[in-house]
C-alpha cells in the first residue's frame, strides 16, 4: 500500500475489505495469520523450507463509494405563508390548537366541516394537485424496472425485485402548479397569524 498512515476512514475500508478477503480466500487468511505471527508474508512456512513462496493475494478491489447525495437547505418562508394562508382562510391552527376534549362529537364535526371547507379553498385557490396515478384505487398495476420510488411507495410484502405486481391502495398526489402570494421584503412569514386588538 502506497499510504503508509491511511486515514480512519481508509482504514474501516481496509479493515472491512480484508475481513471479506480472509472468509473468501484461505490462502490470503493464512498470509494474514503468518502477519500476525511475526512470520514474512508469501514466505514458506517454517516446516517446509524447500517450499517455494507464493505470492501474497491482493485483496479484492473495494466499489466506489456511492457520493453522498447534495441536500438542499429548504426556506421555511412557503411552509409558513402556507400555514398563514390555511390559518386565515379555515382558522386550521385555532383548530388544530383547541383542546377539543370537552366538546361534543356534533359540535366538533361541525367545526371539521367548516375548518374542511377553508383548506379545501385554499388549496385549490393557491395549487393545482394531481393524482401520482390514474388508475382507480383498487386497480391490479405492473410496476418496472426502474420506476419512479419517489412517486410510488411499495407497502406490503416487499420482496425480490421489480416488476412488481399489486393493487393500488392511495394514488397519491403530486403538485403541478403553485401559486402563493409573493411576500413584500422585510415581511415577517414567522407570523403567520397577527394577534388581534379590538378597540
Not at 523450507?49 to 466499489?63: G, V
Not at 394562508?85 to 388544530?96: G, N
Not at 382507480?136 to 426502474?146: D, K, W
Request: with cysteine; charged share 25%.
Amino acid at each position: 500500500m502506497s499510504d503508509s498512515n491511511p486515514s480512519f476512514l481508509g482504514r474501516i475500508s481496509l479493515a472491512v475489505g480484508t475481513f471479506f478477503s480472509i472468509l473468501g480466500n484461505g490462502d490470503f487468511a493464512a498470509d494474514v495469520l503468518r502477519l500476525r505471527n511475526g512470520e514474512k508474508i508469501g514466505a514458506a512456512p517454517a516446516a517446509a523450507p524447500a517450499a517455494t513462496p507464493t505470492p501474497a493475494p491482493t485483496a479484492a478491489p473495494q466499489p466506489k463509494p456511492q457520493p453522498a447525495p447534495v441536500l438542499k437547505e429548504a426556506s421555511p418562508d412557503a411552509a409558513l405563508q402556507l400555514l398563514g394562508l390555511l390559518q386565515r382562510d379555515a382558522r386550521f391552527i385555532d383548530f388544530v390548537e383547541e383542546d377539543i376534549k370537552a366538546y361534543s362529537d356534533a359540535d366538533i364535526g361541525a367545526a371539521a366541516r367548516l375548518v374542511h371547507e377553508g383548506c379545501r379553498a385554499t388549496l385549490r385557490e393557491h395549487f393545482t394537485i394531481r393524482p401520482v396515478r390514474d388508475e382507480a384505487e383498487g386497480s391490479r398495476v405492473t410496476l418496472p424496472a426502474g420506476f419512479d420510488a419517489s412517486s410510488v411507495r411499495l407497502t406490503g410484502n416487499v420482496v425480490g425485485s421489480a416488476p412488481f405486481n399489486g393493487s393500488i391502495s392511495h394514488r397519491g398526489w403530486r403538485v403541478e402548479d403553485v401559486r402563493l402570494p409573493k411576500l413584500a421584503d422585510g415581511h415577517n412569514a414567522k407570523v403567520i397569524a397577527p394577534a388581534e386588538v379590538e378597540l
